[in-house]
């Protein structure tokens, strides 16, 4: 049983940092690609980051890139986003988001949110 877990969400003004968690559970963490998406209100859920299982391979949105790192931790079965010079429009639900073939099947499905087959419930981020 796949479970993902977020958290390190809050509120910071304008220009401040955050730094988001999943810890993942269920034996996939090897073998899954994990991604970090993102839904404002009212809005389509984003792919912002995804890290492929060598640790190495990334790839941003371009809204992101920049600012924003992810990374993984195989020992621990955790992925990062660090987050940098947030703006008020990063405000949203961030979710984190793994499968074993999203990131095998090109670039338009490797931050599509119908290619991801395990989900956290969120953590939420809110910046003023």
């Known amino acids: 049983h796949v479970q993902l877990v977020e958290s390190g969400g809050g509120s910071v003004q304008a220009g401040g940092s955050l730094k988001l968690s999943c810890a993942a559970s269920?034996?996939?963490?090897?073998?899954?690609?994990v991604a970090w998406f993102r839904q404002a209100p009212e809005k389509e859920r984003e792919g912002v980051a995804v890290?492929?299982?060598?640790?190495?391979?990334?790839y941003y949105a371009d809204s992101v890139k920049g600012r924003f790192t992810i990374s993984r931790d195989s020992a621990k079965e955790t992925v990062y986003l660090q987050m940098n010079n947030l703006v008020p429009e990063d405000t949203a639900m961030y979710y984190c988001?793994?499968?074993?073939?999203?990131?095998?099947?090109?670039?338009?499905?490797?931050?599509?949110?119908?290619?991801?087959?395990?989900w956290g419930q969120g953590t939420q981020v809110t910046v003023s």
């Open positions: 988001a793994e499968d074993r073939f999203a990131c095998l099947k090109g670039p338009k499905s490797r931050l599509a949110r119908d290619e991801y087959k395990y």
């Open positions: 269920g034996n996939t963490f090897s073998t899954h690609c």
């Open positions: 890290v492929y299982t060598d640790g190495v391979t990334i």
